[in-house]
Nanobody, 126 residues
């Protein structure tokens, strides 16, 4: 099993930056995909970004490409989501997720992810 704990959310103004962290524990090794998703009330959880086990490949939703950067530090068992130029439309609960069945093939489908964190709220005011 993998336990995931997100942190770093908060209330910011449009144009500001935030860095989310996702601390992973419970599983020996780091050969799995890590992804970020977000969800607002009444909407389905949507893909934001994903990264391979060694950080060699990344994938982003079109809505965040060029503004968000996903990374990971396997020595610390932690993934990050650097969010720049935040917009009110980025307001959501952000979730970290692990796909333990893959480590080099990225997926945007939330059903492919096996473990989830509890989420962290990001609110962007205009």
């Amino acid at each position: 099993q993998v336990q995931l704990v997100e942190s770093g959310g908060g209330l910011v103004q449009a144009g500001d930056s935030l860095r989310l962290s996702c601390a992973a524990s419970g599983r020996t090794g780091t050969r799995y995909i890590l992804g970020w998703f977000r969800q607002t009330p009444g909407k389905e959880r949507e893909f934001v970004a994903a990264i391979t086990w060694n950080g060699g490949r990344t994938d982003y939703a079109d809505s965040v490409k060029g503004r968000f950067t996903i990374s990971r530090d396997n020595a610390k068992n932690t993934a990050y989501l650097q969010m720049n130029s935040l917009e009110p439309e980025d307001t959501a609960v952000y979730y970290c997720a692990a796909d333990i069945n893959r480590y080099v093939v990225l997926t945007r489908y939330r059903e492919e992810y096996d473990y989830w964190g509890q989420g962290t709220q990001v609110t962007v005011s205009s």
